[in-house]
């Protein structure tokens, strides 16, 4: 019984355009063998930057506002400097992600839709009852 509501949720999402047009066109990664653009790069590095700077600032401002006995510190500035992270994370992502972000989803969206069909094929027809 499982399997087949499995086999049935398969075949409806490989009904979508989406999907059969990623299948069709045998989406790939081939896009990211071109040199990426200063953009690109710029927002991959913002992207990294934003990893870099939240955990350290933030463990920084804890040992500090430990050592001054001034627990506001981290209370005001750890939500403050995970914010900034977060700003910079999505600019970077502004900067770099849209382009290959959908070229990468289409491919792990037929890589996954084919495994998914490989492994249930969809269900056979009900046979009407007489």
Request: hydrophobic share 55%; proline share 8%; no cysteine.
């Amino acid at each position: 019984m499982f399997r087949h509501w499995i086999q049935t949720l398969v075949a409806r999402i490989s009904a979508r355009p989406y999907v059969q047009d990623a299948i069709a066109e045998r989406a790939d990664l081939s896009a990211f063998r071109e040199r990426p653009s200063v953009r690109i790069i710029t927002g991959v590095a913002l992207i990294l930057f934003s990893y870099l700077v939240a955990w350290p600032l933030i463990s920084f401002l804890g040992v500090l506002s430990i050592a001054l006995e001034q627990p506001v510190i981290v209370a005001i500035g750890g939500p403050m400097a995970y914010g900034l992270s977060h700003l910079v994370f999505i600019l970077g992502m502004w900067l770099s992600g849209a382009k290959y972000t959908a070229i990468f989803l289409r491919w792990a969206t037929r890589v996954a839709v084919v495994k998914l069909q490989r492994r249930y094929p969809p269900p056979p027809p009900s046979r009407p009852v007489l």
